[in-house]
């Protein structure tokens, strides 16, 4: 999808869309409120550039479109939001998962979840919370293990949790006990409870993609950008480098791959010597193979 757009740019114009695109996320992902929609639709937009500004634009007005259908402030507290997002969302709209999601790109791209009605159950998740929040719904995501649902209400007091993968169904507690129980065979905590913020979203989106990605060595380029995304948030785990270099080593890119290599070498020196040595041998291996 993204490639064949890409493939219709001049190379330099291609360039700069995507260093403008980056340039956006990097921004959004630093603002002290983050858009979590705008984020997932700039994501989109590196997986098919011809979204562009008004295809981003086009996503958000579905959503506030969505917002309106809402009745506001239901009588009957966070039960009474998740039903009526359960039946605009799930029963009129049609939004739900199905097993085949997890095979397709698509189902971790906001703008075709939209156009699409199916997804992964964190992309479901980001419509309930974007059409709950725009209509004025006390809601925020649940990372639980494996699986992830929306909370309705006070995190520490009354709340209701919900499944847009599954049209919206209540969860019991027990039921998100099973949930956690079948992802890592541990027992339920209650910080597994707890909010998700924006950037956890985004990172948990773009892992998916990564781990689709790698799944498929033929799709080393979605791969790639989805490092670099992650890559650009505030806070990201310092391996995923050492990810991005060996990603360019396998895709021939020796000289950059050892280049990263070499630099990431460079900043686990102080803590970790024999790491940094271990990183510059692969360096050098890498070099290797263009002789």
Do not use: K
Request: with cysteine; glycine share 10%; charged share 25%.
């Amino acid at each position: 999808m993204g490639e064949r757009a890409e493939r219709g740019e001049p190379g330099p114009e291609r360039d700069a869309a995507r260093d403008e695109r980056r340039r956006q996320f990097a921004a959004a992902a630093r603002e002290e409120r983050p858009d979590l929609a705008l984020l997932c639709l700039l994501i989109g937009a590196e997986a098919d550039p011809a979204l562009g500004e008004a295809g981003v634009d086009a996503a958000q007005i579905e959503l506030d479109r969505l917002a309106g259908l809402l009745p506001h402030s239901p009588a009957g507290g966070p039960g009474a939001w998740a039903r009526n997002l359960a039946e605009l969302l799930g029963s009129r709209e049609g939004f739900v998962g199905s097993p085949g999601a997890y095979r397709r790109l698509e189902s971790s791209l906001l703008h075709e979840v939209l156009r699409r009605r199916h997804g992964l159950p964190i992309l479901l998740s980001v419509v309930w919370l974007e059409v709950a929040r725009r209509a004025g719904a006390p809601v925020y995501g649940v990372a639980l293990p494996g699986h992830f649902v929306v909370g309705l209400g006070d995190p520490a007091g009354r709340h209701v949790l919900a499944d847009p993968f599954e049209g919206g169904r209540l969860l019991t507690d027990q039921d998100a006990a099973m949930i956690v129980a079948g992802a890592t065979g541990e027992a339920l905590t209650p910080g597994m409870l707890a909010p998700a913020g924006p950037l956890e979203i985004v990172q948990r989106i773009l892992n998916n993609i990564r781990a689709w990605a790698q799944a498929r060595p033929e799709h080393s380029a979605v791969h790639l950008w989805a490092l670099d995304l992650s890559l650009l948030l505030p806070s990201h785990p310092a391996r995923l480098r050492h990810e991005r270099a060996q990603l360019l080593v396998q895709r021939g890119e020796f000289l950059a791959g050892a280049a990263e290599l070499e630099e990431y070498a460079r900043v686990l020196e102080p803590v970790q010597p024999a790491a940094a040595t271990a990183l510059r041998r692969e360096a050098g291996a890498a070099r290797a193979r263009l002789n």
